[in-house]
């Protein structure tokens, strides 16, 4: 099972990203990807495949964790690797120490399983769009100019397990268990 841990974002801020990328789609179609605004999720562990039957094991450890969530502000656009020729758009996340102490235990279970810590340096943020090629400057311009600077802010009440299946419409996504 392909499978990855997260934290769901609020109904509210959703709908002011469902806004930012209704207007993005005015300016790109072409050789862009938007996500599908119900995927929209902060990912704190990719996992890759994982054996179905060290689920509940796996599932057991994580219950573990003890973590005092810590209010979460969304911030402004940018990109990966930068905004001027990105390959994946997202809203970035103030720095949060509840989520980083929640990812640094997340991290220690996966280890436990055989699953290696990331290589890049945690970046929480919420993917909104990857493209396949060079932005447009239209897209480009809007981007630079829009003027919101924040989304809105959250306090995550659990995390979950989600399992992730590639489909020809996009990736599905489920819950699994939450913690």
Known sequence: MRAFIAVEIPGLILEGIAELINEMRKFQTE?????????????????????????????????????????????????????????????????????????????????????LPDDKEFKPHLTIARIKGKMNYRLANFLEQYPQDSFGSFLPKRFHLFQSKLTSAGPEYRIIRSF
Do not use: M, Q
């Not at 179905?52 to 690797?81: H, M, Q, Y």
């Open 31 to 115: 050789g862009i990807n938007y996500v599908r605004v119900e995927n929209i999720h902060v990912t704190l562990k990719f996992l890759g495949e994982f054996d179905d039957n060290d689920i509940e094991s796996f599932c057991g450890d994580l219950s573990k964790i003890v973590w005092k969530a810590n209010r979460v502000e969304t911030l402004s656009i940018g990109g990966f690797p930068d905004l001027k020729d990105p390959r994946v758009l997202w809203i970035g996340l103030k720095d949060n120490p509840g989520l980083f102490a929640l990812r640094t235990s997340i991290e220690d279970v996966c280890r436990n399983f055989g699953i």
